[in-house]
DNA sequence: TCGTACGTTCAGTATTGACTGAACAAACTG
DNA sequence: CAGTTTGTTCAGTCAATACTGAACGTACGA
């Protein structure tokens, strides 16, 4: 039942291309994600590339855009030369926080145009306020998932941590 | 000291331009959405064209895309044949709902992943397990901001309703 | 009914950026 | 040392799409 496994993994590894695209990111750093997702790994730089089908620059540049957003991260295998790439721990919360970095600099742009308001404009005064507010009121959602997710991971497990691979 | 006001504009203008555009959206939209948050209008589709020094059609298709996220809203001036926009109530609330319904469209994809996998992947069941969970956090958070704010609009104000002008 | 003003749509253009192949640098192997 | 393997980078190509100008349909006014 193995061909219903590889259906199921290459649709996955598509939508989620597809699904990373819409949200502004390289389709390719979404089919490595989904991949990841779908099978443990840790994957090669050229085990990647020739799995999903695309140069190995590809793999390379888009491997290096997911490690800087830290989803996830380089590792080494004793006694061999290859990079190795897997998940990281929390990946998911972790690109979250990109997010929050990015809408910081939104909610700055709009404190220093209020800032830089001439007299008067009171209007507009408070029209930035509620824009500002906005912005505040979803960082401060954000970052209330991202500690949920994070007190989850200090709970040290009844299960096996994620990123350990099974000794079987 | 009119002077300072249209720098400030101006910049705002672009600048949300930027931010929109960073959010997959195309810059005039944040263009229109940025001159409509520093002055009220409403404007006209020409009047919009000419101060934004771009295209009536693109104001057009942006107006309409705007209108759809539910951003604008289009008026009507007694007397006067043109169509006239301006910012809706809560618009950023309202924006914040499409967001949940793309985020919805992919939970959607990770859970008809889940329930089309093989027997014996628990791994990976679990992964996607985790996605899933990530994303109904994460939807949670976002309709708990637009809740609260549309509470708060509910509540018929002790200060001036916003979209309202002042008598002053 | 003709003329005008308005908004939409469509074909064409230009810009952006994802992806590739090739050249390259560094680190290892013989 | 020469030869390979590995990852990065860069110039070039291709596709997607934002934006424009022009043509169109519609509704209003004389």
Redo the contacts between chains.
């Keep these: 039942?193995t061909y219903?496994?590889d259906k199921?993994i290459a649709?996955?590894v598509e939508?989620?291309g597809l699904?990373l695209q819409?949200?502004?990111l390289p389709r390719i750093a979404g089919h490595i994600m989904g991949l990841m997702?779908?099978?443990?790994g840790p994957f090669s730089l050229s085990q990647l590339a020739e799995r999903l089908s695309v140069s190995r620059a590809s793999i390379s540049t888009n491997t290096r855009l997911l490690e800087d957003l830290e989803v996830i991260v380089r590792t080494a295998k004793p006694g061999d030369r290859q990079d190795y790439f897997k998940?990281s721990p929390q990946p998911?919360?972790r690109m979250?926080r990109g997010v929050v970095r990015?809408m910081r600099r939104?909610r700055d742009?709009v404190e220093s145009?209020r800032d830089?308001?001439?007299?008067g404009?009171?209007?507009?005064h408070?029209?930035?306020k509620?824009?500002d507010a906005?912005y505040e009121?979803?960082i401060e959602?954000?970052m209330?998932?991202i500690d949920?997710?994070d007190a989850e991971r200090e709970r040290p497990a009844r299960q096996a941590r994620?990123g350990e691979r099974?000794s079987a």
Tied chains: 1, 2.
């Design positions: 039942m219903k496994a199921a649709e996955f939508q989620m699904i819409a949200e502004g997702i779908m099978q443990e998940l998911y919360a979250l990015r939104a742009v145009t830089s308001l001439p007299e404009m009171t209007d507009t408070e029209r930035l509620e824009l906005f009121a979803l959602s954000f209330d998932v949920t997710w994620h099974p």
